[in-house]
């Protein structure tokens, strides 16, 4: 067979429904190139799926966190929390406002005269005068509810 022939012979059978070279590598081309695009598509899917996991765990963590803190304040704020009650003491000789606020203040006032001012409110005293056996009300606190 000459080359003529081969050539009428080739072109037959690409007619024929054969394929040709050129088709072959474009083929193989195209199949490579959505390989890739597949592999792309996986590899986006993956890094979406890590930063939603990741999210997930930080937003969980944090609400995790945030639960525990709360449960333990609260659990500290009632061991330590404490209850204004009132009680009627009488006056002894000697007795001045300052010595029943040093006896009966407790940490929740910033001062003594603050403790004074609001005995004198409660037993709607003036001046600083007291007299034994006179009765006053004098608040204090608690950790022990009554």
Known sequence: MGRREAE????QMIG???????????????????GQQIRR????????????LTLLIVVGGSLLGSAIISA??????????????????????GDTLWSIASTYMSPEYDSLQDYIDE????????????HSGQF???PYYSHEFR
């Open 16 to 34: 024929r429904g054969e394929v040709s070279c050129g088709q072959i590598m474009s083929r193989t081309g195209a199949e490579v190139s959505r």
């Open 119 to 130: 005995v004198k409110k409660l037993n709607d005293l003036g001046p600083d005068h007291i």
């Open 72 to 93: 333990s304040r609260s659990e500290a704020s009632l061991e330590q929390r404490s209850f204004k009650y009132y009680t009627s003491i009488q006056i002894q000789p």
């Open 41 to 52: 598509y996986q590899v986006i899917y993956q890094w979406i799926a890590l930063v939603i």
């Open 8 to 11: 009428v012979s080739r072109g």
């Open 136 to 138: 006053l009300t004098v």
